[in-house]
């Protein structure tokens, strides 16, 4: 993973691009290369997977595995025990695959990782995701160039979109989703693959998102909002970052819904907006607290959980105050464990990065496989399993 501190140059001139592959590169694309080999391989007695099923089937039961093992074996996906691993290659090469598996591009791709600052603990964890799948971008000769965004300022985010889709291969983009950066990725995603991230940017023209569904998260956190209250129920407020994000936006929905569905005596008093700012997070609870001395319940959507414990404490109020959050960062474990945090909803970072990757290689002809969008699943974590 490389962090740029400015754009690099424009790449050559590309025609409009289509799943798969780019037009206009001055290389062949992979899709062609795949085919090359694909046709040699045919030649030889030896089919692909994903393309020929009967031999995927062949080496499956030459190694004594399931097909979905094969599958992510031969496509690099993981979650595969060695010995299954090793099973499966030699099966494969004796099946005389063994050059579809050893095959890499020659031809290095750049992807953009546009993202929100590395303060905010969740996009310090995509960062760290990302790392952590540099293993697969080398499979897949790609290489990864860390963006940082300001996502409080919509035509700078747009500005940055649009620079990415005249250097990169392809780019992902965790962004907030407004007419401005819509645009810029309508535009740009004719030319390069879009993936969005973690939070959507609907009616963009986007290739795919990869992420959570996060109107049932908000759900999610309005259930446990209102079983920890209880019967007695009370006031609550809710700390997005920034609504135009998609995803807080969602949150806010499901969790005001299943308050008003399910329970009643839960009231939602008010939603504030951080900015993704930790300092003026807590800043927000302190006021909400003086406002109404009795709140019974903070959710918090975004940054400033330590800060945010603080003001609970300033204003005497620690134990009596259901706190419900997001993203299992190490400080929110501390928090969880020490009980000032009664329950995190946590969104899998490094399986949502992983994915997104995945995505764009197939977008880029890199993977085998089609492409869509994926939901990642949510993970809730309390003080036992923290």
Not at 22 to 50: E, H, M, N, Y
Not at 79 to 99: N, S, T
Not at 315 to 341: D, P
Not at 363 to 370: I, S, Y
């Amino acid at each position: 993973m490389r962090s740029l501190p400015a754009w690099p140059s424009p790449l050559p001139h590309r025609r409009r691009f289509c799943a798969g592959h780019v037009d206009g590169c001055d290389t062949p694309d992979i899709g062609s290369i795949a085919r090359g080999i694909l046709k040699r391989s045919l030649q030889q007695g030896a089919i692909l997977d994903q393309i020929g099923k009967t031999t995927a089937r062949q080496v499956a039961e030459a190694a004594g595995v399931s097909l979905s093992t094969v599958d992510r074996v031969l496509n690099g996906r993981g979650a595969v025990r060695p010995e299954k691993e090793r099973a499966v290659i030699e099966a494969a090469r004796r099946l005389r695959l063994d050059r579809a598996l050893d095959q890499r591009p020659i031809r290095t791709l750049r992807v953009a990782m546009l993202m929100g600052p590395e303060r905010d603990p969740f996009h310090a964890a995509l960062r760290a995701a990302l790392r952590r799948a540099s293993d697969r971008l080398s499979q897949i000769n790609v290489r990864a160039f860390v963006h940082e965004l300001d996502p409080r300022s919509p035509m700078g985010v747009a500005e940055s979109i649009r620079a990415g889709g005249r250097a990169y291969d392809a780019l992902i983009v965790t962004c907030p989703s407004c007419p401005e950066t819509a645009g810029a990725i309508r535009d740009v995603s004719r030319t390069v693959p879009v993936v969005t991230l973690a939070t959507d940017v609907p009616h963009s023209g986007r290739q795919a998102y990869v992420g959570p569904d996060d109107l049932k998260a908000g759900r999610v956190a309005g259930d446990l909002m209102g079983r920890l209250l209880g019967s007695a129920g009370g006031e609550v407020v809710m700390v997005a970052g920034l609504l135009s994000m998609t995803g807080q936006a969602e949150r806010r929905t499901g969790f005001a819904d299943v308050l008003a569905e399910r329970y009643p005596q839960c009231k939602l008093i008010d939603v504030l907006e951080s900015r993704g700012e930790a300092a003026r997070a807590g800043e927000l609870i302190a006021q909400s607290i003086s406002r109404w001395p009795r709140l019974r319940g903070i959710y918090n959507a975004s940054a400033g959980d330590r800060s945010i414990v603080e003001a609970v404490a300033v204003a005497g109020r620690t134990g009596c105050v259901a706190f419900v959050t997001h993203e299992l960062t190490a400080e929110r474990r501390a928090l969880l464990m020490s009980g000032a945090i009664d329950a995190v909803i946590d969104q899998d970072p490094d399986t949502e990065m992983r994915t997104a990757i995945e995505t764009t290689g197939r977008l880029l002809g890199r993977v085998v496989g089609e492409c869509g969008c994926t939901v990642t699943p949510l993970h809730i974590h309390m003080r036992e399993n923290a």
